[in-house]
């Protein structure tokens, strides 16, 4: 994938900004860098309860509310309907855990990932039927579920929408209409003529927002709401929600109530994964915690983790937390074996703007998994295409500057059918459209070669002798970092290398010592990506005779390298130093 390195040159007076927050200028740089106005500052160096917004606001969400209070009251039979993936598994488990504190008859379904694909259908709207159930309420999924919904209110049952998905449309007179399902309430931030400020949150926070309003119908005090923090933080950081505004205060706060948890399921999933609940951060919810959840979708059941956060067992807990992990190990083994088959079907299709790769062997459960990895390593939007019982069944990853869902709606005369965001999308059609699909999402793309190459975005040049252990705390105060809030990122150029030591279990990683400039002290830069691309180019630009040197720390010569990296602390048996993740290194 081709970079561009580009320092954000954004201006302010940071010095008096400094001064008046009480922090360091560089602090304030990082904000200025990430938008955050002057005004927006404190609040976002302490972000509390009274960033979120109103539910109220929320379009049908009164509604809604009413809706299931009359079926509390009612004792009338509740289904909560959610989707395999983190944000439905959390939804779903909000959505569940609070009509039963008011009193409802409420049980759960979700999807099968293989059987049903996305989101409501037919078949789980005639089984809740059949289940003498009085009203379905969704959650993280329905926005298009159109005949599924109409299925339910012909068979008499009350239908509520929750979801955060773009409405479905269509364009007449060049206009672009909603297409609404025909439920009783539909609750979602992009519906037309809502009023809610922040639209970019995820399944979790619309239930969550409704459940607000249940909880006051029933005179419950605003703390017992709270409660759910945790899971609304956990699925947005899941569902890659962007780390601003609202968000980011349901986050920072989510986690800190997550590190003090009293939810069994969730304390015996961190232990299986070896996790201390003090230690949780947004990059251990994205990367640890959250794929044994989705891996319950991909590989068996998504109600495995819907159980796992309602048992009230210490031991079933823990049984359904180890099956969670070994699901997500099985998931990495065909994660790696996919995205290698992936990426060498990748180069027949070189010249595509947009890949489509069709790789029928693959298990669909892990079809968006590789999707990304195949992004990650090309810089295109990217399509992974799976043999499906009846059909053909894909999933897809973007990037900033082409909206998938909106490419694939130019399609929708190909797709069986279709859903997601801009960035991420999954789809079903006929095995003898993969290439007509294929062949129109390049020919309507428009992306051209800036758009391809990845923004590699740094903060400002900042010397390695700048860095403090006080000034590592105040970034990490930034935190959570993500998408759209990303992790600061800093350069020096003409380090001198005094050593590379090779690291890790098998050497796969590298440990560089670097001067710091202006004394004779050094400092620890770790790198662990790309290290097998860092030594090709070293070795080109100097030899592979100094390269060994450099392991043996004898250089014959001065050796300087410029790098991007992240500051960091390490603590080693009771001592704390100061060290840099180096992202890059940039001949």
Same mark, same amino acid.
């Given at each position: 994938?081709?970079?561009?390195?580009m320092?954000?040159?954004?201006?302010?007076?940071?010095n +008096?900004?400094?001064?008046?927050?009480?922090?360091?200028?560089?602090?304030?740089?990082?904000?200025?860098?990430?938008?955050?106005?002057?005004e927006d500052?404190? %609040?976002?160096?302490?972000? +509390?309860?009274?960033d979120?917004?109103?539910?109220?606001?929320?379009?049908? @969400?009164?509604?809604?509310?009413?809706l299931?209070?009359n079926?509390?009251?009612?004792?009338?039979?509740?289904?909560?309907?959610?989707?395999?993936?983190?944000?439905?598994i959390?939804?779903?488990?909000?959505m569940?855990?609070?009509?039963?504190?008011?009193?409802?008859?409420?049980?759960?379904?979700?999807p099968?990932?293989?059987?049903?694909?996305?989101?409501?259908?037919k078949?789980?709207?005639?089984?809740?039927?059949?289940?003498?159930?009085?009203?379905?309420i969704?959650?993280?999924?329905?926005?298009?579920?159109?005949? @599924?919904?109409?299925?339910? %209110?012909?068979?008499?049952?009350?239908?509520?929408?929750?979801d955060?998905?773009? =409405?479905p449309?269509?364009?007449?007179?060049?206009? #672009?209409?909603?297409?609404?399902?025909?439920?009783?309430?539909i609750?979602n931030?992009?519906?037309?003529?809502?009023?809610?400020l922040? !639209?970019?949150?995820?399944?979790?926070?619309v239930?969550?927002?409704?459940?607000a309003?249940? $909880?006051?119908?029933?005179?419950?005090?605003k703390?017992?709401?709270?409660?759910?923090?945790?899971?609304?933080?956990?699925?947005?950081?899941?569902?890659?929600?962007?780390?601003?505004?609202?968000?980011?205060?349901?986050?920072k706060?989510?986690? @800190?109530?997550?590190?003090?948890?009293?939810?069994?399921?969730?304390m015996?999933?961190?232990?299986?994964?070896d996790?201390?609940?003090?230690?949780?951060?947004?990059?251990?919810?994205?990367?640890?915690?959250?794929?044994?959840?989705?891996?319950?979708?991909?590989?068996?059941?998504?109600?495995l983790?819907?159980?796992?956060?309602?048992?009230?067992?210490?031991?079933?807990a823990?049984?359904?937390?180890?099956?969670?992990?070994q699901?997500?190990?099985?998931?990495?083994?065909?994660?790696?074996?996919g995205?290698?088959?992936?990426?060498?079907?990748?180069?027949e299709?070189?010249s595509?703007?947009v890949?489509?790769?069709?790789?029928?062997?693959?298990?669909?459960?892990?079809?968006?998994?590789?999707?990304?990895?195949?992004?990650?390593?090309?810089g295109?939007?990217?399509?992974?295409? =799976?043999?499906?019982?009846?059909?053909?069944?894909g999933?897809?990853?973007?990037?900033?500057? $082409?909206?998938?869902?909106?490419e694939l709606? #130019?399609?929708?005369d190909l797709?069986?059918?279709?859903?997601?965001?801009?960035?991420?999308a999954?789809?079903?059609?006929?095995?003898e459209?993969?290439? +007509?699909?294929?062949e129109?999402?390049?020919? &309507?793309?428009?992306?051209?070669?800036?758009?391809?190459?990845? !923004?590699?975005?740094?903060?400002?040049?900042?010397?390695?002798?700048y860095i403090?252990?006080k000034?590592?705390?105040?970034?990490?105060?930034?935190?959570?970092?993500?998408?759209? &809030?990303?992790?600061p990122?800093?350069?020096?150029?003409?380090i001198?290398?005094r050593?590379?030591?090779?690291?890790?279990?098998?050497?796969q990683?590298? #440990?560089?010592?670097? #001067?710091i400039?202006g004394?004779?002290?050094s400092?620890?830069?770790?790198?662990?990506?790309?290290?097998?691309?860092?030594?090709?180019?070293?070795?080109?630009?100097?030899?592979?005779?100094?390269?060994?040197?450099?392991?043996?720390?004898r250089? +014959?010569?001065? =050796?300087?390298?410029?790098?991007s990296?992240?500051?960091?602390?390490n603590?080693?048996?009771?001592?704390?130093?100061?060290q840099?993740?180096?992202?890059? =290194?940039?001949?």
């Amino acid at each position: 994938m081709k970079k561009q390195f580009m320092i954000r040159t954004k201006k302010a007076d940071f010095n +008096s900004l400094a001064e008046r927050l009480g922090v360091d200028p560089l602090t304030v740089r990082l904000m200025v860098n990430r938008d955050i106005q002057e005004e927006d500052m404190e %609040k976002y160096l302490h972000p +509390s309860m009274d960033d979120f917004g109103d539910p109220h606001k929320l379009m049908d @969400a009164e509604r809604a509310a009413s809706l299931l209070q009359n079926a509390v009251e009612n004792h009338d039979k509740i289904r909560v309907i959610g989707d395999y993936d983190i944000d439905g598994i959390m939804s779903t488990y909000i959505m569940v855990s609070a009509i039963r504190r008011v009193g409802g008859n409420c049980d759960f379904d979700i999807p099968h990932r293989v059987r049903d694909g996305y989101g409501l259908n037919k078949r789980l709207v005639t089984d809740a039927n059949e289940a003498g159930i009085d009203l379905i309420i969704t959650c993280d999924n329905g926005i298009a579920a159109l005949e @599924a919904i109409r299925t339910g %209110k012909d068979m008499g049952m009350t239908m509520i929408v929750t979801d955060h998905h773009i =409405v479905p449309y269509c364009e007449e007179n060049g206009e #672009k209409q909603e297409v609404l399902p025909p439920a009783d309430a539909i609750v979602n931030p992009h519906r037309d003529g809502d009023q809610y400020l922040f !639209k970019r949150i995820c399944g979790a926070v619309v239930a969550w927002k409704t459940v607000a309003i249940l $909880y006051e119908l029933f005179g419950l005090e605003k703390e017992a709401e709270e409660e759910f923090l945790e899971n609304a933080a956990f699925a947005t950081i899941g569902d890659v929600m962007p780390l601003l505004g609202e968000n980011r205060s349901i986050v920072k706060l989510g986690i @800190a109530r997550l590190r003090s948890t009293d939810n069994i399921g969730m304390m015996a999933l961190m232990r299986a994964a070896d996790i201390e609940p003090e230690s949780i951060t947004s990059f251990t919810i994205g990367f640890v915690l959250g794929p044994m959840f989705n891996a319950s979708g991909r590989l068996k059941d998504a109600k495995l983790g819907v159980d796992l956060l309602l048992s009230e067992d210490q031991n079933e807990a823990e049984q359904i937390a180890n099956e969670l992990y070994q699901l997500n190990v099985d998931r990495k083994e065909q994660t790696v074996d996919g995205t290698e088959k992936a990426l060498k079907l990748a180069e027949e299709y070189d010249s595509d703007r947009v890949l489509v790769l069709f790789l029928q062997e693959v298990n669909e459960s892990v079809a968006g998994i590789i999707a990304g990895r195949v992004r990650e390593n090309t810089g295109k939007p990217s399509i992974v295409l =799976v043999q499906g019982e009846e059909c053909v069944k894909g999933s897809g990853r973007s990037i900033p500057a $082409y909206s998938m869902y909106h490419e694939l709606h #130019k399609c929708e005369d190909l797709l069986q059918k279709y859903g997601g965001h801009p960035m991420a999308a999954g789809m079903s059609l006929h095995n003898e459209d993969v290439d +007509s699909l294929r062949e129109m999402l390049n020919r &309507n793309c428009t992306l051209t070669e800036e758009d391809l190459t990845e !923004k590699v975005y740094l903060d400002c040049d900042m010397p390695i002798s700048y860095i403090s252990q006080k000034l590592i705390h105040e970034i990490e105060n930034l935190e959570p970092f993500g998408n759209e &809030n990303d992790k600061p990122l800093f350069a020096e150029k003409n380090i001198p290398i005094r050593r590379i030591r090779q690291i890790g279990k098998e050497g796969q990683f590298l #440990k560089f010592e670097l #001067k710091i400039s202006g004394s004779d002290r050094s400092m620890d830069g770790l790198m662990f990506r790309d290290c097998d691309v860092f030594k090709e180019k070293f070795q080109e630009k100097y030899s592979e005779g100094l390269y060994r040197e450099l392991l043996m720390g004898r250089p +014959s010569r001065d =050796v300087c390298i410029t790098i991007s990296y992240y500051p960091s602390l390490n603590v080693f048996r009771g001592e704390t130093s100061i060290q840099v993740m180096i992202q890059d =290194v940039i001949f």
